[in-house]
């Protein structure tokens, strides 16, 4: 990602299981022989069905038991045996299990059971302590592990143990994989006169059976893969979990449960009270800031300019750090602070022009919280939700939503560098938020942006020569999105070889071209439309048959795609934001030839997404123009067939040929 979201550790979150590693070695030299449990023996005998071949893996178990204490203590027993099908699933055999000062690991041990030879047996002192994130000052760490012998035909399993005393009684269980799963089983040990509220995602809602006195059972078997599929929705988005709600009985000194979205709210107000309190430091640098600006927008703009590029991203997540914000005084000082502490002295020094603001917990996946579920564990993310006073022009203010009682709400992301304030990353957009106000709390959908708000205008003088050489220059002016991303890739190469990024997206319409020169406008001005403009020389661009030539009036740029052709499509297709995307290109065509074929005009409007083009001819000049809208940002399994006619039909346009014969 380009902005790092911000974690929430000290919860007992349980959706990855194994985090993915380089392969691991053939044995591993501190593993002893010695007996596996019956549990993973078990396992090792299940029958695995026939997988495609290019399965890596297959999870055969998939245990955790859950027991809760009267004092809110939680123990999670949870074991998970794999048998390795090809040398990529290898990457299994390292197990890694987060901790930190509220999350103990009380015992972890893993064994292999090869499919010839002696079994291993490693244990928690050969594991390695790292830090979960290598630029955090965090407690959040991780213990890793390595399983021997993680080789095809090989079962390797594993067996931990984890105490915590959370702050949110609630946890979230992760049923399917990257993997098959031949079963995933959950059970849930409560005290007496407890109860439990269970809310099941991507999946119809299942009854436990019993597991004894007040205790329940889940169980979901032959869970198939995961596939990565080319613009899904983010796994998390499509994955099949289960959220469970823990409610004391009263008077129990566990933390309360929580049963509403407005409940999350008011414990998240409680958390963040006090901390957006200005100092006179505070004060004398808005002044400073804002010294000059005419209009209290551009006062605006110059104090998001200061809390997302003067304040450095440092996350410090120590116990309820993970939530919790720092002081406004402390980020000030400092000068760092992570997503929500970026939210708080923006808050806090908007406050001294007089513009209120609030928190706005997100996930910087769309599609990962689910509405249906009350939570702060599936946010990772802070933005604001600014009060736009009424005399703030809107022209250039587009993430708006009106709220019914709090007027005109601003979104903007202080922790993204270079989104300017009036336009809110494309990942934010049209997802789920928690709106905190000192009352509580409620979910909203954040706005997506119009398509006009994310423009590319690509427009090209271009020159035909008799041999099909074709020449000239390229402008495009980017707005919103196009132009936060096209900035994002060219600032991460040095100067010198930025002209490389404009080669590279050449090369995959062009061959035998030379770039000739090449240039940018308003780079690092972030509030600004970002120019291009390149010229090339692309030999023989022009295919020659006979006494014809075959030219493309789509130069460059491609809106087609066949991620829809051939293998069946098992999840939605997700479009990063709506846009409007233009190309005109006019060509000079040579001296001595004549048209005798143009391609038709295409328009197509398949509801989420249009497409028009038009080639037409004045004097000696070929003129190509062509627009493609995407309207929504996520085209639901029922609507993929219209998307691929959709897509068929841009992909025509986009191979037609003019036909010139030479008149002479």
Same mark, same amino acid.
């Given at each position: 990602?380009?902005?790092?979201?911000?974690?929430?550790?000290?919860?007992?979150?349980?959706?990855?299981?194994?985090?993915?590693?380089?392969?691991?070695?053939?044995?591993?030299?501190?593993?002893?022989?010695?007996?596996?449990?019956?549990?993973?023996?078990?396992?090792? *005998?299940?029958?695995?069905?026939?997988?495609?071949?290019?399965?890596?893996?297959?999870?055969?178990?998939?245990?955790?038991?859950?027991? =809760?204490?009267?004092?809110?203590?939680?123990?999670?027993?949870?074991?998970?045996?794999?048998?390795?099908?090809?040398?990529?699933?290898?990457?299994?055999?390292?197990?890694?299990?987060?901790?930190?000062?509220?999350? %103990?690991?009380?015992?972890?041990?893993?064994?292999?059971?090869?499919?010839?030879?002696?079994?291993?047996?490693?244990?928690?002192?050969?594991?390695?302590?790292?830090?979960?994130?290598?630029?955090?000052?965090?407690? @959040?760490?991780?213990?890793?592990?390595?399983?021997?012998?993680?080789?095809?035909?090989?079962?390797?399993?594993?067996?931990?143990?984890?105490?915590?005393?959370?702050?949110?009684?609630?946890?979230?269980?992760?049923?399917?994989?990257?993997?098959?799963?031949?079963?995933?089983?959950?059970?849930?040990?409560?005290?007496?006169?407890?109860?439990?509220?269970?809310?099941?995602?991507?999946?119809?809602?299942?009854?436990?059976?019993?597991?004894?006195?007040?205790?329940?059972?889940?169980?979901?078997?032959?869970?198939?893969?995961? &596939?990565?599929?080319?613009?899904?929705?983010?796994?998390?988005?499509?994955?099949?979990?289960?959220?469970?709600?823990?409610?004391?009985?009263?008077?129990?000194?566990?933390?309360?449960?929580?049963?509403?979205?407005?409940?999350?709210? %008011?414990?998240?107000?409680?958390?963040?009270?006090?901390?957006?309190?200005?100092?006179?430091?505070?004060?004398?640098?808005?002044?400073?800031?804002?010294?000059? %600006?005419?209009?209290?927008?551009?006062?605006?703009?110059?104090?998001?300019?200061?809390?997302?590029?003067?304040?450095?991203?440092?996350?410090?997540?120590?116990?309820?750090?993970?939530?919790?914000?720092?002081?406004?005084?402390?980020?000030?000082?400092? *000068?760092?602070?992570?997503?929500?502490?970026?939210?708080?002295?923006?808050? @806090?020094?908007?406050? &001294?022009?007089?513009?209120?603001?609030?928190? =706005? $917990?997100?996930?910087?996946?769309?599609?990962?919280?689910?509405?249906?579920?009350?939570?702060?564990?599936?946010?990772?993310?802070?933005?604001?939700?600014?009060?736009?006073?009424?005399?703030?022009?809107?022209?250039?203010?587009?993430?708006?939503?009106?709220?019914?009682?709090?007027?005109?709400?601003?979104?903007?992301?202080?922790?993204?560098?270079? @989104?300017?304030?009036?336009?809110?990353?494309?990942? $934010?957009?049209?997802?789920?938020?928690?709106?905190?106000?000192?009352?509580?709390? &409620?979910?909203?959908?954040?706005?997506?942006?119009?398509?006009?708000?994310?423009? /590319?205008?690509?427009?090209?003088?271009?020159?035909?020569?008799?041999?099909?050489? /074709?020449?000239?220059?390229?402008?495009?002016?980017?707005?919103?999105?196009?132009?936060?991303?096209?900035?994002?890739?060219?600032?991460?190469?040095?100067?010198?070889?930025?002209?490389?990024?404009? &080669?590279?997206? $050449?090369?995959?319409?062009?061959?035998?071209?030379?770039?000739?020169?090449?240039? /940018?406008?308003?780079?690092?001005?972030?509030?600004?439309?970002?120019?291009?403009?390149?010229?090339?020389?692309?030999?023989?661009?022009?295919?020659?048959?006979?006494?014809?030539?075959?030219?493309?009036?789509?130069?460059?740029?491609?809106?087609?795609?066949?991620?829809?052709?051939?293998?069946?499509?098992?999840?939605?297709?997700?479009?990063?934001?709506?846009?409007?995307?233009?190309?005109?290109?006019?060509?000079?065509?040579?001296?001595?030839? %004549?048209?005798?074929?143009?391609?038709?005009?295409?328009?197509?409007?398949?509801?989420?997404?249009?497409?028009?083009?038009?080639?037409?001819?004045?004097?000696?000049?070929?003129?190509?123009?062509?627009?493609?809208?995407?309207?929504?940002?996520? =085209?639901?399994?029922?609507?993929?067939?219209?998307?691929?006619?959709?897509?068929?039909?841009?992909?025509?346009?986009?191979?037609?040929?003019?036909?010139?014969?030479?008149?002479?």
């Amino acid at each position: 990602m380009k902005n790092k979201p911000c974690s929430s550790p000290g919860s007992n979150v349980r959706l990855a299981r194994v985090v993915l590693l380089a392969a691991v070695p053939l044995l591993c030299p501190m593993a002893a022989s010695a007996d596996a449990p019956e549990w993973l023996r078990a396992a090792a *005998r299940v029958k695995v069905p026939a997988y495609p071949a290019e399965t890596d893996a297959v999870l055969l178990v998939d245990e955790a038991v859950t027991t =809760v204490k009267e004092n809110g203590e939680i123990k999670t027993i949870s074991r998970q045996a794999f048998r390795i099908l090809r040398p990529e699933g290898r990457r299994y055999g390292n197990v890694r299990v987060g901790f930190d000062n509220e999350t %103990k690991i009380t015992y972890l041990k893993a064994w292999c059971i090869p499919a010839q030879g002696k079994e291993y047996e490693v244990k928690e002192k050969d594991a390695a302590e790292l830090a979960l994130y290598d630029d955090l000052y965090s407690d @959040t760490k991780e213990k890793s592990l390595t399983i021997p012998a993680a080789e095809p035909g090989n079962v390797i399993g594993y067996e931990v143990e984890q105490k915590q005393r959370p702050n949110i009684l609630q946890g979230l269980w992760r049923f399917d994989a990257a993997i098959p799963v031949l079963r995933s089983t959950i059970t849930l040990q409560l005290p007496p006169g407890w109860e439990y509220q269970a809310v099941w995602v991507n999946h119809p809602q299942q009854e436990p059976v019993a597991a004894g006195e007040n205790a329940w059972r889940w169980e979901l078997r032959d869970l198939p893969a995961i &596939e990565i599929q080319p613009d899904m929705p983010p796994m998390s988005a499509v994955a099949k979990w289960m959220a469970l709600t823990y409610f004391p009985r009263r008077g129990d000194s566990a933390a309360p449960g929580i049963g509403a979205w407005h409940d999350v709210g %008011k414990w998240y107000a409680s958390l963040s009270s006090g901390r957006r309190q200005s100092t006179p430091a505070i004060h004398q640098k808005v002044a400073a800031l804002t010294a000059g %600006k005419g209009s209290l927008l551009e006062k605006m703009q110059a104090l998001a300019g200061f809390a997302q590029r003067d304040i450095r991203y440092v996350s410090i997540q120590i116990g309820i750090g993970g939530y919790q914000p720092h002081m406004a005084s402390d980020i000030f000082t400092n *000068r760092y602070g992570d997503c929500k502490d970026k939210v708080t002295l923006l808050s @806090t020094m908007l406050k &001294e022009l007089g513009v209120e603001s609030h928190y =706005v $917990l997100v996930h910087t996946d769309r599609g990962r919280v689910a509405k249906e579920f009350p939570t702060p564990l599936t946010f990772n993310h802070a933005i604001l939700a600014i009060r736009l006073p009424g005399d703030v022009p809107m022209a250039t203010l587009f993430p708006v939503r009106d709220h019914p009682q709090l007027g005109k709400l601003l979104f903007f992301d202080p922790t993204d560098r270079i @989104t300017p304030l009036g336009n809110l990353p494309p990942n $934010l957009q049209a997802n789920y938020g928690l709106l905190v106000t000192a009352d509580g709390g &409620e979910l909203i959908e954040l706005p997506l942006q119009a398509p006009a708000t994310n423009r /590319l205008l690509r427009t090209g003088k271009l020159h035909l020569a008799p041999n099909g050489t /074709l020449s000239g220059d390229i402008q495009e002016i980017r707005w919103g999105s196009f132009a936060t991303e096209r900035r994002y890739s060219f600032l991460a190469r040095p100067g010198t070889d930025r002209r490389k990024e404009v &080669e590279d997206f $050449l090369s995959d319409f062009l061959t035998g071209f030379t770039l000739t020169a090449a240039s /940018l406008e308003n780079l690092d001005n972030y509030d600004q439309n970002l120019v291009m403009r390149y010229s090339f020389v692309a030999e023989r661009y022009a295919k020659t048959a006979g006494n014809m030539l075959l030219l493309r009036p789509r130069v460059v740029g491609q809106k087609s795609t066949s991620l829809l052709e051939g293998k069946e499509r098992k999840y939605p297709v997700e479009f990063r934001d709506a846009s409007v995307q233009t190309d005109q290109f006019e060509i000079t065509l040579p001296t001595g030839f %004549k048209l005798e074929e143009i391609p038709p005009p295409t328009e197509v409007d398949a509801g989420f997404a249009e497409y028009r083009s038009k080639t037409h001819v004045e004097g000696n000049v070929l003129k190509y123009t062509r627009e493609y809208k995407v309207k929504e940002v996520l =085209v639901d399994l029922s609507r993929l067939e219209e998307l691929k006619k959709f897509y068929r039909q841009v992909a025509a346009d986009e191979r037609y040929n003019a036909v010139l014969q030479r008149s002479q």
